[in-house]
């Protein structure tokens, strides 16, 4: 049988889609490999159970026959930059520690509607300001990859280092990032995954914790172009609550 946390959002949602497998079979092999990589410290706060209910949400719908969303059964990580209703939003600062906004973000909101889960809230530098993930108060990100021929650990990029080290460590299928100066391209570049920076607009910035909102962009992270296209998709649209 196929490791399912090999698998990526395409086929995932694919084969939750087709009952080759259910969302909470998913969800379950995501979650045990985010408790046991903690030693990348990719995850400031973990929310299985929140990965499971909206797993469970998912293979209701099926058994249903009610329509599925573009990221059905795909539990992700979120860069904790985004407000997530109830649970910690605190941008890697010391100073939001404990913070839990009462309100969503959009694009997490749009992840959620799109069937997607979360399997918690992903280290970054402080907000999101650096390119190393060193300046979080929560402690350095470590690259899952290492050098040929030696176990010295090496920085997965930033600011969404917590996001590129959890997609390449097979913690996530998928993870979303901000991009103000190479916030999501650089950290995909340096674990070997693939990161989009979309059109200024094209994703909402209502909820994310800014940096230079001239620049701030919200875009996804994963394993290919195509995975991030359909996340793209789910994130992506019009919000009048933009400024």
């Not at 929310?47 to 293979?59: G, K, M």
């Not at 839990?100 to 918690?120: D, R």
């Not at 650089?186 to 693939?194: D, N, S």
Request: contains cysteine; charged residues 15%.
């Amino acid at each position: 049988m196929t490791n399912l946390t090999d698998l990526g959002v395409k086929a995932i949602r694919d084969g939750v889609s087709a009952g080759d497998f259910s969302a909470r079979e998913v969800a379950e092999a995501f979650n045990a490999n985010v408790a046991a990589a903690s030693e990348l410290n990719a995850f400031i706060v973990a929310t299985p159970d929140a990965a499971l209910a909206a797993a469970d949400n998912v293979d209701a719908a099926r058994a249903a026959n009610q329509p599925l969303g573009k990221m059905a059964g795909v539990p992700i990580g979120m860069k904790d930059l985004f407000a997530t209703r109830g649970v910690q939003t605190s941008a890697a600062s010391h100073i939001l520690e404990g913070f839990k906004p009462q309100y969503e973000s959009t694009v997490s909101a749009k992840l959620w509607e799109a069937g997607a889960g979360m399997l918690g809230k992903l280290n970054l530098d402080q907000f999101a300001m650096g390119s190393s993930n060193e300046t979080s108060f929560f402690g350095n990100v470590v690259n899952p990859w290492r050098k040929q021929g030696s176990n010295a650990s090496l920085a997965p990029g930033g600011s969404s280092g917590g996001s590129s080290a959890a997609v390449a460590a097979r913690l996530c299928p998928a993870a979303t990032g901000t991009d103000t100066g190479g916030s999501i391209r650089q950290p995909a570049a340096f674990t070997g995954i693939t990161g989009i920076k979309p059109t200024y607009g094209r994703c909402s910035r209502w909820g994310v914790v800014a940096f230079a909102s001239s620049l701030d962009q919200a875009g996804p992270m994963a394993r290919d172009v195509t995975d991030c296209a359909i996340m793209l998709e789910a994130m992506a649209g019009f919000d009048p609550k933009d400024a």
